[in-house]
């Protein structure tokens, strides 16, 4: 399934998150892109479901909680409005139905009926605070400062803050939507104030403010081995959408010199900045889905969130970046790190669309048939009101979403914004967002999802030691091909005999009935799921599959014979998939891995080769109870070799760098030499460094 392109595509539509949200930042070459995405389809694949299940509950039951603690809230307030809303229709006619005096007042004299046009209702509101200056029942004579406010000259963001749809017009339960926005203790007033004027300048500070915490995590000198994720992190897409969105937000004509409006501004900003950190920390910071996102953020517009709300993931990702100087932190969590500002996006992207007149994709895969077509009327109607979309964003919300459509299809690096020498607003006061020496130590790791990489992974360990098990031969209540074998994949050149993916060990788990064979391996590479079948014409051939972790497999037809030395082998001549041309022979036997290393590859049946090898064997097995220090001198000098060696093959052949020191004839044959002499889990966990050594050594990061 995992090899053809069309059906790796299938996969990827099917996640509805599109080719980018496998990469961190895309290659440009469309193949390499569409490798990587596929051996991350295939790893999530392959992951064990009670795992991830593991990982992912305690997330899943802070999800809930938010969402039973936002449902309450709504519950509340909705039994609450819903009786004063009884009352009304029982006293009088529609105005009644507008819970704020100051509204239902307005709406009365101009007997409008359940909508009217967004122009007029902003006009009219104007004339009836400003023209006539008279107190209202909700206002005090300290609030008439926020008067000059509400003028023509601002009826384009009193607009936008009301008719919450985007249609022009303005309904009463946008009306009753605007007003229970509004925080305790504030007249109507000063709420259409702030919107008129103190949420642009919100904004424009919420810009530098994210500029100023991007410059920070670029200043950090990281651990080696963690330079690559920072680089990978900061040239990610979402980095570009930001810089989009920055760029996009129009400057202040003027700044605000009010005092009141300032303490408005400033009030407001903390406490919806206190409400998103909440939501952030009770989700652990990690967005998962689109959908997350308005858990975070709750109802209303994207845009009104959307700068603090990436502010505030920012400055959580700092304090990872602030621990990857002292920590090693693992590749999966710059990858969701990323992947959560994505899903920010995605909501945006959603936003515009809904504003252009289309479904937005996060919606449309849920909505029913009959839900589909309703939201598709409302959006044609909402499409005939809007004739020119970039013409309405470059007014809308201030200019935030100009640029974000369409969303360029390459970067433009000299007008990129977020660069320290680019700075918006030259002599203005830049807001600091670094820490203390004495801040960053109290900085906890729970912070991250998947804690540090300080010590050496013992799970690669762990799991062969619970997978493999040489004593598990020949099972009694099971079929006889079940439990451990061991052995080699070997291949015949005109000069050597070797091992081609090194020593492997197998463990048979199930034989069903039928003949069908299912198992886990192990080689320096990494892990194998072991499929395949008994033929039904012979019992004593077989044919077995060993797909590899990045979806690469070997495949091969294997007879039975009884050996002259051992229990039960396996071998016959098979060929590698994807075109390599040379003739193999799989060899396989109950012995362990560690037998297998005193094992001459060419087997011999001389007695004196068989001394050699039971010598080797019992010497080997000595060392490694007593754990002599010749012994661990010698796997350390073992392991260096083979680090120093592989790093050198990889970059060229899995990485795709040129080598300044491409191995030699000698050198290429001895690696094949160790991969065949080394245990398949010390060489797995070997093999596990090598990316990070790669990116340390031959990635020179600017």
Known sequence: MFKRRKHVQVLIEISGEGLGAFHVRRTGDDDKDFETARKKLLQDFSEDLDQAFNRNLSFFERKMDMQCKQMQNIIEESLHNEGLLI?????????????????????????????????????????????RQYPSPTNSPDDRWALKYIKVSRLQPILEAIDDDGTGFISI?????????????????????????????????????????????????????NRYSLDEYLHSEPFSRIDILLRSLHPLESSIDDPKMKR????????????????????????????????????????????????LMLKRHLEVFYLAQAHVIHDEEFWDLSASLRNVFTMLDDRIKSLEGKLPHS????????????????????????????GKLSSFAFGLLQLSYPVPATRCPKE????????????????????????????????????????????????????????????????????????????????ELFSAEGLFQISITDVDQNGKISGKAEAYHGLMT????????????LSLQFLFEDGTNIDGKFSFKKSLDSDDDVSEEGDIVHG?????????????????????????????????FVIGAVLNRVKRKRLTWSYIKA?????????????????????????????????????????????PTDARFYYSFIPSLINTNFVTHL
């Not at 449309?364 to 979309?389: G, P």
């Not at 999802?449 to 031969?473: A, M, V």
């Not at 036997?589 to 087997?603: C, G, K, M, N, V």
């Open 635 to 679: 796997r350390m000098a073992e392991r260096r070799r083979f680090l120093e060696l592989m790093v050198r093959r990889e970059a060229d052949f899995e990485f795709n760098l040129t080598a300044s020191d491409p191995l030699s004839y000698e050198e290429g044959k001895e690696l094949r030499l160790l991969t065949a002499k080394i245990h």
């Open 580 to 612: 390599h041309g040379s003739t193999q022979t799989f060899v396989f036997s109950r012995q362990s891995a560690f037998t297998w290393l005193s094992l001459p590859l060419a087997q011999t049946k001389t007695a004196r080769g068989r001394w050699v």
């Open 363 to 390: 919606i449309s895969t849920f909505l029913s048939t009959k839900l589909r077509l309703t939201f598709l009327f409302y959006l044609a109607i909402l499409k005939q009101t809007i004739s020119d979309v970039s």
């Open 530 to 541: 072991v499929s395949g079948h008994i033929s039904r014409e012979s019992s004593r051939s």
């Open 264 to 311: 408005v501004i400033d009030a407001f900003s903390s406490e919806e900045e206190r409400r998103l950190e909440e939501n952030l920390e009770g989700i652990a910071y990690d967005i998962d889905s689109p959908g997350t996102v308005v858990l975070v953020t709750g109802p209303g517009r994207i845009e009104r969130f959307i700068l603090p709300l990436i502010y």
């Open 87 to 131: 009352l009304s229709v029982l006293k009088a006619g529609i105005h009644d139905r507008i819970i704020d005096p100051d509204m239902k007042c307005l709406w009365k004299e101009n007997e409008w009926k359940g909508s009217v046009k967004a122009r007029h209702f902003v006009l009219a509101l104007q004339d009836f605070y400003i023209e």
């Open 173 to 225: 339960k946008e009306v009753n939507t605007f007003v229970g926005f509004k925080p305790d203790g504030w007249s109507l007033p000063v709420w259409i104030a702030y919107w008129a004027a103190g949420w642009h300048a919100d904004m424009v500070h919420y810009k530098r403010k994210i500029h100023a915490v991007i410059r920070e995590i670029s200043a950090q000198k990281t651990l080696p081995i």
């Open 416 to 495: 990129n914004s977020l660069r320290p020498w680019n700075e918006e607003g030259r002599g203005i006061e830049i807001p600091v967002e670094g820490m203390s020496a004495e801040q960053i130590k109290e900085i906890p790791l729970k912070i991250l999802k998947y804690g540090s990489k300080n010590t050496l992974e013992s799970q690669i360990y762990d799991y062969s030691l619970s997978t493999f098990n040489p004593s598990d031969r020949r099972p009694k209540s099971r079929h006889p091909l079940s439990g451990y074998w061991a052995g080699h994949l070997l291949t015949q050149d005109p000069d």
